[in-house]
C-alpha cells in the first residue's frame, strides 16, 4: 500500500496540473475556512467553536459569506478500516488546498505531520516576530523530514521543518472539540487571507 504522504503529494500534483473539478482558484470564492481534522472530532464543539470565533473576529465574514467550520476524521485507524473512506478524505483536504478554499488547520499531530511532508503549512517566522517566537518557545510544533523507503516506510532524515504551528493542548474550546488529543493550529500556505489567518492564530497567544 501507498504511503499517506506520496498519496497527499501525487494528488496534491494532479490537482495543481489539472485543476480541481476544471475550476481554478481565482473562480471559488473567498471564503474564509477552517477545517478540524483529527480522529475523533466533536462536531457538536466546532459549531459552537465556531460561534465564538466569530463573534471575536467578525472580519471572518468576507463580503457578506459567512466563514466555514468544519470537520474531517483522518489517521491511521481509519486508513486501516476502510481505506476508500480515508482517501476521499485526502482528495478533499488536497482539493481544498490545491484552489486556496482552504485558510486554517487545526488538528492533532497525526494528520498535521503528514500535511507538514507536504509543505502545506506557512512557516511561523512569516507570522511572528522573532521576539514573539521567543515568548512562544515551548509551544511551537515542529516535525520531523522524512523520506520514504523502498519498504514504504518513513524514515527521519535527522532534520526538521521550521516552526509550523502552536500547540493549543489544553485550551478549554479545543478539548471540547478534541478531548485529551495533542492539538496544533496551522494556516495553509497558499490562504487567500493571510491577515484574517494571522488573527485567528493570534488568539490562542
Known amino acids: 500500500m501507498k504511503s499517506k504522504l506520496f498519496t497527499i503529494r501525487a494528488v496534491l500534483f494532479i490537482f495543481l496540473v489539472f485543476g480541481f473539478f476544471g475550476c481554478s482558484s481565482n473562480e471559488k470564492d473567498n471564503q474564509f475556512q477552517i477545517i478540524f481534522i483529527a480522529a475523533q472530532v466533536n462536531e457538536g464543539a466546532v459549531s459552537e467553536y465556531g460561534t465564538f470565533l466569530l463573534e471575536k473576529?467578525?472580519?471572518?465574514?468576507?463580503?457578506?459569506?459567512?466563514?466555514?467550520?468544519?470537520?474531517?476524521?483522518m489517521g491511521g485507524a481509519l486508513q486501516q478500516i476502510d481505506p476508500m473512506m480515508a482517501m476521499g478524505t485526502t482528495v478533499r483536504l488536497t482539493g481544498l488546498m490545491a484552489t486556496g478554499e482552504l485558510d486554517m488547520v487545526?488538528?492533532?499531530?497525526?494528520?498535521?505531520?503528514?500535511?507538514?511532508?507536504?509543505?502545506?503549512f506557512m512557516f511561523l517566522s512569516d507570522i511572528f516576530t522573532n521576539d514573539e517566537l521567543r515568548a512562544l518557545e515551548d509551544r511551537l510544533i515542529f516535525f520531523d523530514i522524512t523520506n520514504v523507503n523502498e519498504n514504504?516506510?518513513?524514515?527521519?532524515?535527522?532534520?526538521?521543518?521550521p516552526a509550523l504551528g502552536i500547540s493549543i493542548t489544553g485550551n478549554e474550546r479545543i478539548s471540547a472539540i478534541f478531548g485529551s488529543q495533542e492539538i496544533g493550529v496551522f494556516i495553509i500556505t497558499n490562504t487567500k487571507n493571510p491577515e484574517l489567518a494571522k488573527s485567528v492564530m493570534r488568539t490562542f497567544i
Open 57 to 73: 473576529i467578525p472580519e471572518l465574514t468576507i463580503e457578506g459569506k459567512v466563514p466555514l467550520f468544519s470537520h474531517m476524521i
Open 152 to 161: 514504504n516506510v518513513h524514515v527521519p532524515t535527522g532534520e526538521r521543518t
Open 106 to 120: 487545526i488538528g492533532n499531530m497525526e494528520s498535521a505531520s503528514y500535511m507538514a511532508q507536504a509543505e502545506s
